[in-house]
């Protein structure tokens, strides 16, 4: 398993923008997908986007953030971001992200087996 450490977070208006970035150790993620998820007070984790390694990187995102997030990878820094666009108040949680030696793009977390620590976002209104 690669060990995950997520950065970019911090507290920024609504229509702001922020990049998370999500750092591999231990292990490349080039054959991983990745993916990030959510939290937010008094919720249950809810995936936002992946990202695979295999056909140049197939990615898939929750409806809630379609057209405003952008998932990437560059394996060259073992690493995995995503671009946030337009952020709204909604967006507040502390994302994490997740890796799992598989071609798919897997929305469920169970699926996941290395995690990183998270990091919050805010947006205020």
């Known amino acids: 398993q690669v060990q995950l450490v997520e950065s970019g977070g911090g507290l920024v208006q609504a229509g702001g923008s922020l990049r998370l970035s999500c750092a591999a150790s231990g292990g490349t993620v080039s054959r991983h997908s990745v993916g990030w998820f959510r939290q937010a007070p008094g919720k249950s984790r809810e995936f936002v986007a992946v990202?695979?390694?295999?056909?140049?990187?197939?990615?898939e995102y929750a409806d809630s953030v379609k057209g405003r997030f952008t998932i990437f990878r560059d394996n060259g820094k073992n690493a995995v971001y995503l671009q946030m666009n337009n952020l709204k108040p909604d967006d507040t949680a502390v994302y994490y992200c997740?890796?799992?030696?598989?071609?798919?793009?897997?929305?469920?977390?169970?699926?996941?087996?290395?995690w990183g620590q998270g990091t919050q976002v805010t947006v205020s209104s």
């Open positions: 997740a890796a799992v030696r598989s071609g798919s793009t897997l929305t469920e977390e169970q699926r996941y087996d290395s």
């Open positions: 990202i695979s390694w295999w056909s140049g990187g197939q990615r």
